[in-house]
Structure formats: structure tokens, C-alpha cells
């Protein structure tokens, strides 16, 4: 028997992503979903073209089902737990469920992973909003974007929490019972700080997804609102440098079990949401974009940029894919599938 994962929001866009690489790659793969997220049947209906796997319809809130189901898959090697609320804004219009979905709900999974007597290597899909806001970090402003003053690699893992949104509150409670399950009943756990996260079969909306939004936007025709003064930068990950990533991680565990590393493009993969973003979709579209500015969003950071050497160090991974090349790739794979995003 070859090596047996478990993906937890596996036709989500992460999700749907690293089963096709799993199946690719030989593993029996289990994918658990609730498909509720846009887009989550058609990555289902895509995947099975991929290869074959078990589906199991259910939902991350429903503790009972989800023992049910690694009682019956109690010879699993990995568990990757990618289901979440993964909105900022959505969080603060109902806590309660972005409370459910991503701290209850993963607990459950920790709950019913243990209850299975076995130990999987468990990843979990963290955020750099645990962060916050930053406020007391040193920045410098130019005329296109903000960056730290004191930090030319990024924010480590030992930069403080300060959870600034519902949001950041209920991925950083999951965040830190991910990493003490490990501490307390040794399940080998990885916790994975990701950035800005973007690549094929991103059903980005404007709420969450802004890489593939504004592509998706920009070939629809749909206005596009710009929420701050659009000089916020990130560090961005393509999806196959991110699976990359996985991957390593879980194969290392006598490095990477227990620990904590910040995901991203790091300092060499950076962009500004729209003032260093807006001409590259410009240049790809041929044609002069117009766009309307709002207020800045709660918790909203003008900077993040991960500093990713700990992952380098522990597990030998760096991006591979550069910023320009990844958009092009994103943007030609939108205009290639126009029936994938004509709901959006």
C-alpha cells in the first residue's frame, strides 16, 4: 500500500490543487468537503477526471461525522486541513460562523484524529493575519507602496500574535491548538503562516482571492474597488510553489514536526495591491483599467511580507515561480476558461 492522505476542503482552491499533485504523485487520497465555497463542484467534477479518490460530503462543524470518517480511514499518513471561512470581511459580519468553521471545526478534526489511535502527519493552512495589523512595526512609505524599515526579509515566525479580526482570532486559536497537539498527545503537526496564496482554479470574489479577482474582474468587465489606497504589498505564492511546499514539509518531519513557518513569495515575490498590480493587468489586458477607492478594511495590514528562510533552512523549499510569470499564468488560465467564471 502506497502512502493515504486526507484533505479537508479538498475541492476548494488549495484544496483541489494539491489532490490533483497527490493523485499525480500516487497517493490514495480521501477529499472531504461541504461544497460550499463557489466553485467547489466544478474542482470536484475536474478532479475526477484526475484520477480516482473517495469523496466524503461533510462538513468540518459536524464532529460526529468527521469521527465517523477516521475511524473508517485509520491508515492515513497525512491529513492536510485546508477547510475554512477564509474571509476577513465575512468574519466580521458573522463571527459566530468563521468562530465554527475554522476554530471548532478544527478542533474537531484534532479530536477526531486522535480518537483514531493512529498519528497521520497533520498540515494545517494558517494565515499572516494572525499578525495583525503591525502597527508598532516600523514603515516607510514611497510613492508606489509601504515597506518595513527594519525587516528586508520579512516577518519571521517570532514577529507577536495579535489577532486584529474575528477573522485572525479563529485561525489563530486553530493555529495554536494545531501546533500544541503536537506538544501534548505528540501528533506530528506542521503549521503553515501563509500569504497571499493565488494560481488555477481561484474562484476569487471580491471579498477574498484579490489576485484572481481583479483578473477575473478585469476580463469580465466588472468595476473593481480598491479598498485603502492600494500601496498595501504582499508577498505572493503561486499555488504550485505552495503544494511544493507541502509536500517537503510533511516528508522532514523530523525537522518540520511541531513547528511553525511563515508561507509566502517572501521578499523577492512582493506586490502592491494596486499600484504595482494594476499596470502588470493592464500590460496583459492591453487596455487602461479604471478603478474606484474606498475605505481601508478592519485589520487590513498596509504591509506583510514573510520571511521565509525557516522554511528554507528546515526543508530545503524556496518559490520558484516569480511574480510576473505567475499572474500571466493565472490570467491566460482565467481567459482559457471562461465557462469556470461566468457565475462570478
Known sequence: MGQKALV?????????????????????????????????????????????????????????????VFRKHNDLSAVFHHAAQVAVTTSVTNPRE?????????????????????????????????????????????????????????????????????????????????????RIYKIPTIVFRQSCIYGYRQFGIEDQGWVAWFIIA??????????????????????????????????QLQRTAGQIYNIGGGPDNTMAVWTEFGPLIEELSGRKIAVTYSNWRPGDQPVFVCDISKARRDFGWAPRVNVRTGIRLLYEWVAANPDLVKSL
Open 8 to 68: 479537508t476542503g479538498g475541492a476548494g482552491f488549495i484544496g483541489s490543487n494539491l489532490v490533483r499533485r497527490l493523485l499525480a504523485d500516487g497517493w490514495q487520497v480521501v477529499v472531504v468537503d461541504n461544497l460550499s465555497r463557489i466553485g467547489s463542484e466544478q474542482n470536484l467534477e475536474w478532479l475526477r477526471s484526475q484520477g480516482s479518490f473517495e469523496f466524503i460530503k461533510t462538513d468540518i462543524r459536524d464532529f460526529e461525522s468527521l469521527r465517523r
Open 218 to 251: 478585469v476580463q469580465k468587465g466588472h468595476p473593481i474597488t480598491i479598498y485603502g489606497d492600494g500601496k498595501q504589498v504582499r508577498d505572493v505564492l503561486f499555488i504550485d510553489d505552495l503544494i511544493e511546499a507541502e509536500l517537503s514539509a510533511i516528508g
Open 98 to 182: 468563521d468562530f465554527e468553521i475554522n476554530a471548532l471545526g478544527t478542533f474537531n478534526v484534532l479530536e477526531a484524529i486522535r480518537s483514531m489511535g493512529q498519528r497521520p502527519v497533520v498540515l494545517y493552512s494558517s494565515t499572516n493575519k494572525v499578525y495583525g495589523r503591525m502597527d508598532h512595526v516600523a514603515m516607510v512609505e514611497t510613492p508606489t507602496s509601504y515597506k518595513y524599515r527594519d525587516f528586508p526579509n520579512g516577518v519571521s515566525e517570532e514577529q507577536p500574535l495579535d489577532f486584529h479580526s474575528p477573522y485572525g482570532c479563529s485561525k489563530g486559536a486553530a493555529d495554536q491548538y494545531v501546533r500544541d497537539y503536537y
